[in-house]
């Protein structure tokens, strides 16, 4: 179809013509194809701008480290996916695809100016140019910065997709289905190990997939390929996760995996997610990784059609594409000879290979098969530049002398250049798995050295070359993970197999390695050779702050194809030795995740549980708005006819005060404690007395942690001798079941006593206002009500409506009050029948909001509201409820050091504003004089602030240092428009004394 | 107007898949070996002193959910006759004996894909051979807590609290739209 | 996420637990009878090893019980765990508070 395809191989299917636009032109390709792969075949080699000085970049690689062809993906306004690489980009029909980081195009970019300013854009040239003035930084320079440098758009509309996530569990988790990988597979399988091999690409299959001409035990590769996969997939012990990148080592041989299940269809089906994150517990982990091609820093090794030789290979055996028509070859390794003898074949004219690697090497099977094809080879090379805006059309070649001296050489004209500096073993994951790294002077590259997890690599990714070799190591290490001995099998195999053979790489020679012109080395982040020179230089010595200061090895591509060459850079600078150098950290994730695998099904409403109580449904017909209390939807209000939420909550606070008013508390922590030593536990948990409570009366109860402070406070009512029932705040009841339980198992372990949750098994309707009796008294026929019989606080069990019920006489609103408890599942109908009886006395459901109001006029606090963790008993104006001839209780200690007893600490107070129109910020801030310029001298703040219907006027309370000593003094509020003066007063603001309680 | 009133739980939709199960009596017994001695005869079936273990006897389950804890499950219609016979055959041993009958909703995960459902948003190996029928634990299910017990190969009983159901249902539909219909 | 050796379940995910701070530091009989600095550092003072860690653990959403682990804090690798009221397993170099 074009000159660049060609007639036939590969493991395209060309009876599919897929169609795909890029920068909105329209190409083809084939079914089997990526984005790269098809552009290159179309002679496309610009594919993107770099990031920093917005030079034209083309394809380095063909697998997951490219560093170069960052491209957005676009499926409709809310799917573009940013920052993809072309080459993991699988091609369907319709694809629409664009380049980054230009304006206004690719080939006229103006950002490109960067380029022309490179020599004064150095490493730490923002540090550096744009400290000062610092507000400048983050107001002026940084978002330019930002918005010169940068990569994709992230699109603005919510993801439409959904993401799912699974745990996994097996005996072996193999990473990486190249040779090593099926081989290790294979073997562990046949113990009847559950086993999951996961790779990166769509097809399984690795180094394989681009080698076509090898032979794998007498037979092609790509029979043994296929027969080994229809194995493993036959066996229903193991799992094969084709498009699943491991991305992450987590402790205890847990890896995180990610499966790309639609991004290769043309038409996702509706019923699959997006992507599944897969949370792999394995018993061993089989790292079969592979290597990563290593590319050679030269002057203008960045131009498009600069591409490592590698790659080409997989462009031509793979895809079916020729990637130019002429190339140069530079040769840091034996492998780049084999690309070029078979590109040559392929019909790719080969100008020169230039051989750069150190005087003194041994010819590999890949150079005398160059030298045997007749190619051109010049030794003792290196190269001075290249030539071409858009794409490389020229490398002009050095002659290193035997002195070090280098002489220019001849200029070849060419579209492509293969480079090879040897192939780094993709130690990654090890690396994260705190594992340590050795390095091999042989191979010029670190290799996993001592685990700590149960893992092992095997194959190239730790260094062992060669096909044979690597599928024995990799049958050796599946064998040895799945607890068998090594499998006796020895693999053959014959051909010559690129990268997979022989000694895989050589570290290039020093003198080529700091040119005077740009030589890129971390191509992504625009880093070059000079930029490390320059922070040796400098002074920074550990390679962690070379790596901070010039940012190499910091994109997205986490320095895959640029760590080794920077580490040896540094260290020829340094005259140290690579392992002297050091490393940086490997961090997760392997390439980038995308924040929906990550987030899962945690979105939207499933974001985290939603809890509802038995009368939601019924709230939520009535027009109730609801607020998140915790993970609770409580009704905050009920409107009528339009009313905002000011007009609801005066008329429901005034039925309450009135009439009578119902609300549903069910949202209460239950904690039910029984046992012998039951009244015993509570003595020493909370501050209250305990003992002298009677059989079915209640009290309001404190709970302290043992440094002294409010940690929780809730109704505590007594139904038998060795039996209560605590109530605890909303939010409060996990930690405070959790705080009794550790109590009891690990402190008082004398006492008989045990705890149960009845949170739900209880739903709970307060019934308050002077005509909460009448209502009740319709319901209830078997419990006198009358205040002589069912004081306050007096606790009672009968039925209502026929439901057995537990009804506390209790009041947070200051009036006659009931909170009525029934089985949770007759909560909807006791809620309706409870509503029915009080029509005719004008019941009226309240919400949360009305709720803070009636108790705030009462001044009762909330804790975590009117309390922030650091307020003790005396401070929240509860010290009354101490019982006071006990010995100990968790926290009394505490309260006896001299600064919890100080009287300058904050204590609870009302606040009133002169001008009763005035409702209080909660969190104001309050100042003892008016005018003051900051920093003002601030001695506490608003805690609780609302409009009393009742009072006619605004309340609040707050907590003030020595508040109580100050009551009847004007304090001030500051806010943007002026001090607002307010006068402390009693937190007790409505029926001071509490007569309409006890109605 | 008592007989009228209803019991109303948090919905379970009925599925090829997922089972509503039958409202039911359900006690949390804390103790030690008298107290689990003195149920075992009023109750009709001994809590299992192995961890994370289901006995059963007829319609009626103990449940081990710690060493000091099981979970009495019985038929709703039992409820009477247990609230009587349990506190009589506990008195005068140390014990805790909580009705938590309107705590829990249960419903069934089963069929051939039980297991992956569950194992969507349930961190534990739930493979036969690892979680064998008859394993009862609480464990969690994305971010809810649940009870999860195999009553079979290709079934599991859970218990969530009543709050918690919808949640739990909800990300297990959204995982069964993976399924062949 | 870490695997828990849950003394009363076996093995089980992180998930299930909840960390419970450093192990063995017992409340005082009579805490009316501690001076203040008894009484900060049993309250506020903790250890921060570099090594092996006796810590608590609740497996709350489990058994519900609290136990103690040996954990080596530069590895996240346990060396034991056991049960609360028992004494870390002998030849431990576990650090224990006064």
């Given at each position: 179809m074009t000159e660049f395809r060609t007639e036939r191989g590969g493991?395209?299917?060309?009876?599919?013509?897929?169609?795909?636009?890029?920068?909105?032109?329209?190409?083809?390709?084939?079914?089997?194809?990526?984005?790269?792969?098809?552009?290159?075949?179309?002679?496309?080699?610009?594919?993107?701008?770099?990031?920093?000085?917005?030079?034209?970049?083309?394809?380095?690689?063909?697998?997951?480290?490219?560093?170069?062809?960052?491209?957005?993906?676009?499926?409709?306004?809310?799917?573009?996916?940013?920052?993809?690489?072309?080459?993991?980009?699988?091609?369907?029909?319709?694809?629409?695809?664009?380049?980054?980081?230009?304006?206004?195009?690719?080939?006229?970019?103006?950002?490109?100016?960067?380029?022309?300013?490179?020599?004064?854009?150095?490493?730490?040239?923002?540090?550096?140019?744009?400290?000062?003035?610092?507000?400048?930084?983050?107001?002026?320079?940084?978002?330019?910065?930002?918005?010169?440098?940068?990569?994709?758009?992230?699109?603005?509309?919510?993801?439409?997709?959904?993401?799912?996530?699974?745990?996994?569990?097996?005996?072996?988790?193999?990473?990486?289905?190249?040779?090593?990988?099926?081989?290790?597979?294979?073997?562990?399988?046949?113990?009847?190990?559950?086993?999951?091999?996961?790779?990166?690409?769509?097809?399984?299959?690795?180094?394989?997939?681009?080698?076509?001409?090898?032979?794998?035990?007498?037979?092609?590769?790509?029979?043994?390929?296929?027969?080994?996969?229809?194995?493993?997939?036959?066996?229903?012990?193991?799992?094969?996760?084709?498009?699943?990148?491991?991305?992450?080592?987590?402790?205890?041989?847990?890896?995180?995996?990610?499966?790309?299940?639609?991004?290769?269809?043309?038409?996702?089906?509706?019923?699959?997610?997006?992507?599944?994150?897969?949370?792999?517990?394995?018993?061993?982990?089989?790292?079969?990784?592979?290597?990563?091609?290593?590319?050679?820093?030269?002057?203008?090794?960045?131009?498009?059609?600069?591409?490592?030789?590698?790659?080409?290979?997989?462009?031509?055996?793979?895809?079916?594409?020729?990637?130019?028509?002429?190339?140069?070859?530079?040769?840091?390794?034996?492998?780049?000879?084999?690309?070029?003898?078979?590109?040559?074949?392929?019909?790719?004219?080969?100008?020169?290979?230039?051989?750069?690697?150190?005087?003194?090497?041994?010819?590999?099977?890949?150079?005398?098969?160059?030298?045997?094809?007749?190619?051109?080879?010049?030794?003792?090379?290196?190269?001075?530049?290249?030539?071409?805006?858009?794409?490389?059309?020229?490398?002009?070649?050095?002659?290193?002398?035997?002195?070090?001296?280098?002489?220019?050489?001849?200029?070849?004209?060419?579209?492509?250049?293969?480079?090879?500096?040897?192939?780094?073993?993709?130690?990654?994951?090890?690396?994260?798995?705190?594992?340590?790294?050795?390095?091999?002077?042989?191979?010029?590259?670190?290799?996993?050295?001592?685990?700590?997890?149960?893992?092992?690599?095997?194959?190239?990714?730790?260094?062992?070359?060669?096909?044979?070799?690597?599928?024995?190591?990799?049958?050796?290490?599946?064998?040895?993970?799945?607890?068998?001995?090594?499998?006796?099998?020895?693999?053959?195999?014959?051909?010559?197999?690129?990268?997979?053979?022989?000694?895989?790489?050589?570290?290039?020679?020093?003198?080529?390695?700091?040119?005077?012109?740009?030589?890129?080395?971390?191509?992504?982040?625009?880093?070059?050779?000079?930029?490390?020179?320059?922070?040796?230089?400098?002074?920074?010595?550990?390679?962690?702050?070379?790596?901070?200061?010039?940012?190499?090895?910091?994109?997205?591509?986490?320095?895959?194809?640029?760590?080794?060459?920077?580490?040896?850079?540094?260290?020829?600078?340094?005259?140290?030795?690579?392992?002297?150098?050091?490393?940086?950290?490997?961090?997760?994730?392997?390439?980038?995740?995308?924040?929906?695998?990550?987030?899962?099904?945690?979105?939207?409403?499933?974001?985290?549980?939603?809890?509802?109580?038995?009368?939601?449904?019924?709230?939520?017909?009535?027009?109730?708005?609801?607020?998140?209390?915790?993970?609770?939807?409580?009704?905050?209000?009920?409107?009528?006819?339009?009313?905002?939420?000011h007009a609801a909550v005066n008329r429901e606070c005034l039925a309450v005060r009135r009439g009578v008013g119902m609300f549903d508390a069910s949202t209460l922590g239950k904690i039910e404690v029984v046992g012998k030593d039951a009244a015993t536990f509570l003595n020493r948990l909370y501050i209250n007395n305990w003992s002298n409570l009677g059989v079915q009366r209640s009290r309001y109860g404190i709970l302290l942690r043992d440094d002294g402070f409010v940690y929780d406070d809730g109704v505590i009512a007594r139904l038998a001798e060795d039996r209560f029932h605590v109530t605890t705040t909303t939010g409060g009841a996990?930690?405070?079941?959790?705080?009794?339980?550790?109590?009891?198992?690990?402190?008082?372990?004398?006492?008989?006593?045990?705890?149960?949750?009845?949170?739900?098994?209880?739903?709970?309707?307060?019934?308050?206002?002077?005509?909460?009796?009448?209502?009740?008294?319709?319901?209830?026929?078997?419990?006198?009500?009358?205040?002589?019989?069912?004081?306050?606080?007096?606790?009672?069990?009968?039925?209502?409506?026929?439901?057995?019920?537990?009804?506390?006489?209790?009041?947070?609103?200051?009036?006659?009050?009931?909170?009525?408890?029934?089985?949770?599942?007759y909560g909807a109908e006791v809620w309706a029948a409870i509503h029915e009886a009080g029509r005719e006395f004008g019941i009226t459901p309240y919400g949360t909001e009305a709720m803070h109001v009636l108790r705030a006029e009462k001044g009762y606090i909330i804790v975590g509201q009117d309390t922030d963790g650091t307020m003790t008993p005396d401070d929240a104006a509860v010290a009354w409820a101490i019982g006071k001839q006990k010995p100990d209780f968790v926290g009394k200690r505490s309260l006896e050091r001299p600064t919890m007893k100080h009287p300058q600490r904050k204590q609870l107070v009302g606040l009133e504003t002169l001008d009763p129109r005035i409702v209080l910020e909660e969190g104001a801030q309050i100042v003892a004089t008016r005018d003051q310029r900051p920093p003002m001298k601030m001695i506490g703040h608003v805690t609780s602030s609302y409009h009393s219907a009742v009072l006619g006027r605004s309340i609040a309370l707050g907590v003030v240092a020595g508040g109580r000593a100050r009551s009847g003094e004007t304090l001030y509020v500051p806010m943007p428009g002026g001090d607002i003066p307010v006068k402390v007063v009693s937190p007790v603001f409505y029926d001071r004394e509490g007569a309409r309680l006890n109605g | 107007m008592a007989d009228m009133l209803k019991r109303t739980s948090p919905p379970v939709a009925s599925r090829p898949w997922l089972a509503p199960l039958p409202a039911a009596t359900r006690y949390s017994l804390r103790g030690g070996a008298e107290a689990r001695a003195a149920v075992a005869a009023a109750f009709g079936v001994e809590p299992p002193t192995q961890a994370c273990r289901a006995a059963s006897r007829g319609a009626r389950s103990a449940l081990w959910l710690g060493p000091d804890e099981h979970l009495l499950i019985a038929p709703e219609s039992d409820g009477a006759t247990l609230a009587t016979a349990l506190p009589a055959a506990l008195a005068g041993v140390p014990h805790s004996l909580v009705d938590v009958s309107h705590r829990q909703v249960a419903f069934e995960v089963r069929g051939p894909h039980a297991e992956w459902l569950l194992a969507h948003g349930c961190p534990l190996d739930l493979d036969v051979a690892a979680f064998p029928v008859g394993m009862c634990t609480r464990t969690v299910f994305v971010k809810a807590e649940v009870l999860l017990w195999r009553t079979a190969d290709d079934r599991f009983r859970i218990e969530t609290w009543r709050s918690f159901t919808d949640y739990v249902i909800t990300l297990l539909a959204e995982t069964a739209l993976e399924l062949p219909a | 996420m870490l695997i828990i050796d849950c003394p009363y379940c076996g093995p089980r995910p992180e998930l299930e637990f909840a960390h419970g701070g450093q192990a063995h530091i017992a409340r005082p009989a009579d805490p009316s009878q501690t001076t203040d600095d008894e009484w900060t550092e049993y309250l506020y003072l903790r250890v921060n090893t570099k090594g092996v860690y006796a810590e608590r653990w609740r497996h709350a959403r489990g058994c519900g019980r609290f136990f103690n682990a040996l954990r080596d804090t530069t590895t996240d690798q346990f060396l034991a765990t056991y049960r609360s009221g028992e004494k870390p397993p002998v030849g431990s170099a576990a650090r224990s508070a006064p």
């Open positions: 493991r395209v299917d060309r009876s599919r013509v897929l169609r795909f636009t890029f920068d909105g032109r329209a190409y083809t390709g084939f079914a089997g194809d990526t984005l790269a792969s098809a552009l290159l075949a179309n002679g496309v080699q610009l594919l993107g701008r770099s990031f920093k000085y917005h030079r034209p970049r083309g394809l380095l690689a063909a697998g997951s480290e490219e560093p170069n062809a960052l491209v957005t993906v676009i499926r409709d306004a809310a799917r573009r996916t940013p920052n993809v690489r072309a080459t993991t980009v699988e091609l369907y029909d319709g694809l629409v695809a664009e380049s980054q980081n230009r304006w206004p195009s690719l080939s006229f970019d103006l950002g490109a100016i960067n380029n022309l300013l490179s020599p004064v854009l150095p490493a730490g040239f923002y540090n550096k140019t744009f400290m000062w003035p610092r507000s400048a930084w983050f107001a002026l320079y940084e978002p330019r910065i930002r918005a010169a440098a940068g990569l994709g758009v992230a699109p603005t509309l919510p993801d439409p997709d959904r993401y799912a996530q699974r745990y996994a569990h097996c005996e072996v988790l193999v990473v990486g289905a190249g040779p090593a990988g099926l081989a290790a597979a294979t073997a562990a399988a046949a113990t009847g190990a559950r086993v999951i091999l996961c790779d990166e690409q769509a097809e399984l299959g690795g180094a394989l997939l681009a080698e076509p001409d090898t032979e794998i035990d007498g037979r092609p590769a790509g029979d043994w390929l296929a027969a080994t996969v229809a194995a493993l997939r036959a066996n229903p012990r193991v799992t094969l996760l084709a498009r699943t990148t491991a991305f992450g080592y987590f402790p205890h041989n847990n890896v995180g995996l990610v499966e790309r299940l639609t991004d290769h269809l043309e038409s996702p089906p509706a019923a699959l997610p997006r992507e599944r994150l897969w949370q792999v517990r394995a018993r061993e982990v089989v790292l079969a990784t592979g290597a990563i091609e290593r590319p050679l820093p030269f002057p203008g090794n960045d131009r498009p059609g600069v591409m490592l030789a590698g790659a080409a290979r997989t462009y031509l055996h793979r895809f079916g594409v020729r990637v130019g028509r002429r190339a140069v070859v530079v040769a840091g390794c034996d492998a780049a000879f084999q690309a070029a003898v078979e590109l040559s074949r392929a019909g790719v004219a080969i100008a020169v290979i230039a051989d750069v690697r150190a005087p003194g090497q041994v010819a590999g099977p890949g150079e005398q098969a160059a030298r045997a094809a007749g190619l051109a080879v010049e030794t003792n090379a290196t190269v001075l530049g290249t030539r071409g805006r858009l794409r490389v059309s020229q490398v002009l070649l050095g002659r290193v002398g035997p002195d070090g001296a280098v002489t220019p050489g001849a200029s070849h004209a060419c579209d492509v250049v293969l480079m090879s500096g040897g192939y780094t073993p993709s130690v990654h994951l090890h690396s994260q798995s705190r594992g340590k790294l050795a390095y091999d002077d042989a191979l010029g590259a670190f290799v996993p050295a001592a685990p700590a997890e149960r893992t092992r690599s095997a194959g190239m990714a730790r260094g062992v070359a060669g096909l044979a070799a690597g599928l024995d190591d990799g049958a050796a290490a599946g064998a040895a993970a799945a607890g068998a001995h090594a499998a006796t099998h020895r693999h053959s195999s014959r051909g010559l197999d690129g990268g997979l053979a022989g000694r895989p790489g050589a570290p290039p020679q020093p003198a080529a390695l700091v040119p005077p012109a740009k030589a890129f080395v971390d191509f992504q982040n625009d880093v070059t050779t000079r930029d490390l020179a320059l922070a040796r230089r400098e002074g920074f010595e550990s390679i962690e702050h070379i790596k901070r200061y010039t940012t190499t090895g910091m994109a997205t591509d986490q320095g895959k194809t640029s760590g080794l060459n920077a580490l040896a850079i540094v260290a020829s600078e340094s005259e140290r030795r690579v392992p002297e150098v050091g490393l940086t950290t490997f961090r997760m994730p392997f390439t980038p995740v995308t924040f929906g695998s990550l987030a899962g099904v945690a979105r939207g409403d499933a974001f985290d549980p939603v809890r509802r109580t038995p009368s939601h449904a019924w709230a939520a017909a009535r027009g109730a708005v609801f607020e998140d209390v915790g993970l609770w939807k409580r009704a905050r209000y009920f409107p009528v006819n339009g009313e905002d939420m996990a930690r405070v079941f959790a705080m009794m339980e550790d109590f009891l198992q690990t402190e008082w372990t004398d006492l008989s006593v045990w705890i149960t949750s009845t949170t739900e098994q209880w739903a709970v309707v307060a019934v308050q206002g002077p005509r909460a009796r009448d209502v009740l008294a319709r319901l209830v026929t078997d419990v006198d009500l009358s205040a002589a019989a069912l004081p306050h606080m007096a606790v009672a069990r009968g039925r209502i409506a026929g439901v057995p019920m537990l009804l506390f006489r209790v009041s947070f609103s200051g009036e006659l009050g009931f909170e009525v408890n029934v089985p949770a599942d | - | -």
